[in-house]
Protein backbone atom coordinates (compact mmCIF):
# COMPACT_ATOMS: atom_id res chain seq x y z
CA UNK A 1 0.00 0.00 0.00
CA UNK A 2 1.32 3.50 -0.29
CA UNK A 3 0.17 6.05 1.75
CA UNK A 4 -0.03 9.54 0.92
CA UNK A 5 -0.78 10.94 4.68
CA UNK A 6 -1.65 15.08 5.29
CA UNK A 7 0.90 16.63 2.12
CA UNK A 8 0.94 20.17 2.00
CA UNK A 9 3.22 22.07 -0.13
CA UNK A 10 3.67 25.65 -0.45
CA UNK A 11 5.15 27.76 -3.39
CA UNK A 12 5.37 31.09 -1.22
CA UNK A 13 2.01 32.45 -0.86
CA UNK A 14 0.72 29.71 -2.92
CA UNK A 15 -0.64 26.48 -1.55
CA UNK A 16 0.07 23.97 -4.42
CA UNK A 17 -1.09 21.21 -1.93
CA UNK A 18 -3.35 21.26 0.85
CA UNK A 19 -3.61 18.46 3.44
CA UNK A 20 -3.96 15.72 0.91
CA UNK A 21 -4.39 12.34 1.75
CA UNK A 22 -5.19 8.98 -0.23
CA UNK A 23 -3.71 5.47 0.71
CA UNK A 24 -3.49 3.43 -2.77
CA UNK A 25 -3.86 -0.32 -2.47
CA UNK A 26 -4.70 -1.42 -5.92
CA UNK A 27 -2.43 -2.55 -8.81
CA UNK A 28 -3.27 0.53 -10.97
CA UNK A 29 -4.54 4.02 -9.63
CA UNK A 30 -5.16 7.12 -10.92
CA UNK A 31 -5.07 10.73 -10.03
CA UNK A 32 -6.83 13.22 -12.21
CA UNK A 33 -8.37 17.42 -11.84
CA UNK A 34 -7.66 20.13 -13.73
CA UNK A 35 -4.90 21.83 -14.76
CA UNK A 36 -3.06 23.51 -12.02
CA UNK A 37 -5.08 21.49 -9.67
CA UNK A 38 -1.52 20.07 -8.23
CA UNK A 39 -1.54 16.89 -9.98
CA UNK A 40 2.46 16.95 -10.96
CA UNK A 41 3.11 18.72 -8.05
CA UNK A 42 2.02 15.38 -5.79
CA UNK A 43 4.17 13.55 -7.92
CA UNK A 44 7.03 15.87 -7.50
CA UNK A 45 6.39 15.07 -3.87
CA UNK A 46 6.94 11.17 -4.50
CA UNK A 47 9.60 11.46 -6.68
CA UNK A 48 11.72 13.76 -4.11
CA UNK A 49 11.69 17.19 -6.50
CA UNK A 50 9.20 19.30 -4.09
CA UNK A 51 9.67 18.88 -0.38
CA UNK A 52 6.26 19.25 1.51
CA UNK A 53 5.61 21.42 4.01
CA UNK A 54 4.34 18.60 6.14
CA UNK A 55 2.78 15.22 5.28
CA UNK A 56 4.07 11.48 5.33
CA UNK A 57 4.24 9.37 2.39
CA UNK A 58 5.35 4.98 3.06
CA UNK A 59 4.91 2.17 0.76
CA UNK A 60 5.08 -0.98 2.92
CA UNK A 61 6.75 0.56 5.76
CA UNK A 62 9.18 2.70 4.28
CA UNK A 63 9.23 6.54 4.87
CA UNK A 64 10.14 7.40 0.96
CA UNK A 65 10.25 11.19 1.94
CA UNK A 66 13.14 9.78 4.18
CA UNK A 67 15.06 8.81 1.22
CA UNK A 68 16.83 11.30 -1.07
CA UNK A 69 15.76 11.46 -4.73
CA UNK A 70 18.33 8.71 -6.07
CA UNK A 71 17.91 6.69 -2.69
CA UNK A 72 14.32 6.30 -3.94
CA UNK A 73 15.14 5.39 -7.03
CA UNK A 74 17.04 2.20 -6.33
CA UNK A 75 14.06 1.56 -3.95
CA UNK A 76 12.37 1.25 -7.11
CA UNK A 77 10.88 4.61 -7.84
CA UNK A 78 10.08 5.03 -11.11
CA UNK A 79 8.59 7.80 -13.17
CA UNK A 80 7.98 9.03 -16.33
CA UNK A 81 7.58 12.71 -17.61
CA UNK A 82 5.20 14.20 -19.62
CA UNK A 83 7.42 14.40 -22.80
CA UNK A 84 9.77 11.54 -23.27
CA UNK A 85 13.33 11.17 -21.80
CA UNK A 86 14.87 9.22 -24.40
CA UNK A 87 18.25 10.06 -26.19
CA UNK A 88 18.28 10.85 -29.75
CA UNK A 89 21.85 9.49 -30.82
CA UNK A 90 21.37 5.54 -28.19
CA UNK A 91 19.38 2.93 -29.57
CA UNK A 92 16.52 1.56 -27.96
CA UNK A 93 17.76 -1.10 -26.03
CA UNK A 94 20.79 1.45 -24.67
CA UNK A 95 18.08 3.78 -23.69
CA UNK A 96 16.67 1.21 -21.64
CA UNK A 97 19.83 -0.40 -20.79
CA UNK A 98 21.56 2.87 -19.28
CA UNK A 99 19.07 2.57 -16.58
CA UNK A 100 20.01 0.07 -15.22
CA UNK A 101 24.00 0.26 -16.27
CA UNK A 102 25.21 1.18 -12.09
CA UNK A 103 23.86 -2.06 -10.49
CA UNK A 104 25.67 -4.84 -9.60
CA UNK A 105 23.54 -7.21 -11.42
CA UNK A 106 26.24 -9.42 -14.25
CA UNK A 107 26.04 -7.45 -17.69
CA UNK A 108 24.31 -10.41 -19.56
CA UNK A 109 21.45 -10.70 -16.63
CA UNK A 110 21.22 -6.83 -17.52
CA UNK A 111 20.69 -7.02 -21.17
CA UNK A 112 18.26 -10.28 -20.65
CA UNK A 113 16.23 -7.58 -18.39
CA UNK A 114 16.41 -5.52 -20.73
CA UNK A 115 15.47 -7.90 -23.69
CA UNK A 116 12.87 -9.08 -21.46
CA UNK A 117 10.99 -5.10 -20.90
CA UNK A 118 11.32 -4.35 -24.44
CA UNK A 119 9.74 -7.79 -25.37
CA UNK A 120 6.67 -6.51 -22.95
CA UNK A 121 6.35 -3.21 -24.33
CA UNK A 122 6.39 -4.35 -27.88
CA UNK A 123 9.97 -3.11 -28.77
CA UNK A 124 11.47 -6.11 -29.14
CA UNK A 125 12.29 -5.74 -32.89
CA UNK A 126 13.31 -2.18 -32.71
CA UNK A 127 15.64 -2.78 -29.92
CA UNK A 128 18.42 -1.67 -32.58
CA UNK A 129 16.46 1.76 -34.03
CA UNK A 130 18.39 4.95 -32.89
CA UNK A 131 16.13 7.47 -30.53
CA UNK A 132 16.30 9.75 -33.14
CA UNK A 133 14.12 7.63 -35.49
CA UNK A 134 11.33 6.76 -33.36
CA UNK A 135 7.84 7.68 -33.63
CA UNK A 136 6.13 9.88 -30.81
CA UNK A 137 4.21 5.75 -29.82
CA UNK A 138 7.78 4.28 -29.76
CA UNK A 139 9.29 6.88 -27.80
CA UNK A 140 6.75 6.48 -25.23
CA UNK A 141 6.99 2.35 -25.30
CA UNK A 142 10.63 2.99 -24.71
CA UNK A 143 9.89 5.39 -21.87
CA UNK A 144 7.90 3.08 -20.54
CA UNK A 145 10.50 -0.14 -20.98
CA UNK A 146 13.06 2.42 -18.88
CA UNK A 147 10.53 2.36 -15.97
CA UNK A 148 10.08 -1.25 -15.78
CA UNK A 149 13.79 -2.27 -15.60
CA UNK A 150 15.33 -2.84 -12.31
CA UNK A 151 12.82 -4.32 -9.98
CA UNK A 152 10.42 -1.09 -9.74
CA UNK A 153 8.00 -1.23 -7.13
CA UNK A 154 5.89 2.09 -7.47
CA UNK A 155 5.61 3.43 -11.53
CA UNK A 156 4.53 6.92 -12.35
CA UNK A 157 3.21 7.77 -15.61
CA UNK A 158 2.50 11.76 -16.38
CA UNK A 159 -0.03 12.07 -18.54
CA UNK A 160 1.61 9.25 -21.08
CA UNK A 161 -1.21 9.30 -23.32
CA UNK A 162 -0.56 12.85 -24.19
CA UNK A 163 -0.31 12.76 -28.06
CA UNK A 164 -1.76 9.45 -28.51
CA UNK A 165 -3.94 8.38 -30.73
CA UNK A 166 -7.30 6.37 -29.85
CA UNK A 167 -5.62 2.86 -30.48
CA UNK A 168 -2.18 3.93 -29.48
CA UNK A 169 -4.18 5.10 -25.79
CA UNK A 170 -5.83 1.64 -26.03
CA UNK A 171 -2.60 -0.25 -26.42
CA UNK A 172 -1.08 1.56 -23.90
CA UNK A 173 -3.30 0.81 -21.45
CA UNK A 174 -3.31 -2.74 -21.85
CA UNK A 175 0.30 -2.62 -21.14
CA UNK A 176 0.02 -0.47 -18.31
CA UNK A 177 -2.92 -3.19 -16.77
CA UNK A 178 0.01 -6.09 -17.08
CA UNK A 179 2.66 -4.10 -15.19
CA UNK A 180 1.67 -5.45 -11.88
CA UNK A 181 1.31 -8.82 -13.29
CA UNK A 182 4.82 -8.56 -15.20
CA UNK A 183 7.23 -6.74 -11.94
CA UNK A 184 4.93 -7.09 -8.90
CA UNK A 185 4.80 -2.90 -9.42
CA UNK A 186 2.13 -0.39 -8.20
CA UNK A 187 1.53 1.78 -11.30
CA UNK A 188 -0.34 5.55 -10.12
CA UNK A 189 -1.35 7.11 -13.78
CA UNK A 190 -1.68 11.17 -14.18
CA UNK A 191 -4.08 11.62 -17.40
CA UNK A 192 -6.63 14.26 -18.98
CA UNK A 193 -8.18 11.16 -20.58
CA UNK A 194 -10.86 10.16 -18.55
CA UNK A 195 -11.96 6.84 -20.77
CA UNK A 196 -8.40 5.83 -20.17
CA UNK A 197 -8.42 6.44 -16.35
CA UNK A 198 -12.16 4.34 -15.93
CA UNK A 199 -10.63 1.49 -18.29
CA UNK A 200 -7.38 0.70 -16.27
CA UNK A 201 -7.71 2.49 -12.59
CA UNK A 202 -9.40 0.81 -10.40
CA UNK A 203 -9.16 3.83 -7.79
CA UNK A 204 -9.02 7.09 -8.65
CA UNK A 205 -7.68 9.98 -6.68
CA UNK A 206 -9.17 13.80 -7.65
CA UNK A 207 -7.66 17.09 -6.99
CA UNK A 208 -8.84 20.54 -6.99
CA UNK A 209 -7.45 23.42 -6.16
CA UNK A 210 -4.68 21.51 -4.15
CA UNK A 211 -7.12 19.74 -2.69
CA UNK A 212 -8.27 16.39 -2.53
CA UNK A 213 -12.18 16.29 -3.62
CA UNK A 214 -12.92 12.56 -4.21
CA UNK A 215 -11.12 9.05 -3.97
CA UNK A 216 -12.35 5.55 -4.05
CA UNK A 217 -13.69 3.48 -6.72
CA UNK A 218 -12.60 4.71 -10.14
CA UNK A 219 -16.79 4.37 -11.53
CA UNK A 220 -18.09 5.89 -8.42
CA UNK A 221 -15.63 8.77 -8.64
CA UNK A 222 -16.41 9.60 -12.09
CA UNK A 223 -20.14 9.50 -11.50
CA UNK A 224 -19.48 11.69 -8.28
CA UNK A 225 -21.16 14.98 -9.12
CA UNK A 226 -18.23 17.40 -7.31
CA UNK A 227 -15.48 15.59 -10.03
CA UNK A 228 -18.08 16.18 -12.58
CA UNK A 229 -18.14 20.16 -11.47
CA UNK A 230 -14.65 20.21 -10.87
CA UNK A 231 -13.33 17.97 -13.67
CA UNK A 232 -15.91 17.46 -16.22
CA UNK A 233 -17.12 20.95 -16.61
CA UNK A 234 -20.68 20.22 -15.84
CA UNK A 235 -22.82 22.04 -12.67
CA UNK A 236 -22.68 20.48 -9.41
CA UNK A 237 -26.53 19.74 -8.44
CA UNK A 238 -27.48 21.46 -5.24
CA UNK A 239 -28.45 18.71 -1.99
Not at 5 to 28: I, Q, Y
Amino acid sequence: MLEIAHVTVRFGGVVALNDVSASFTEPVAGIIGPNGAGKTTLMNVLSGFVHPASGHVTRDGQNLLALAPHRRAHWGLRRSFQKEEIADDLTVFENVLVQIDHGRSASGAKRDEVARMLALVGMADRADKPGAALNSFERRLTDVAKCLVGQPRVVMFDEPAGGLSVDETRQLGALIRRIHDETGAQTLVIDHDVDLIRAICTETLVLDFGRRIAFGPTSTVLDDPKVKAAYLGTEEVAQ
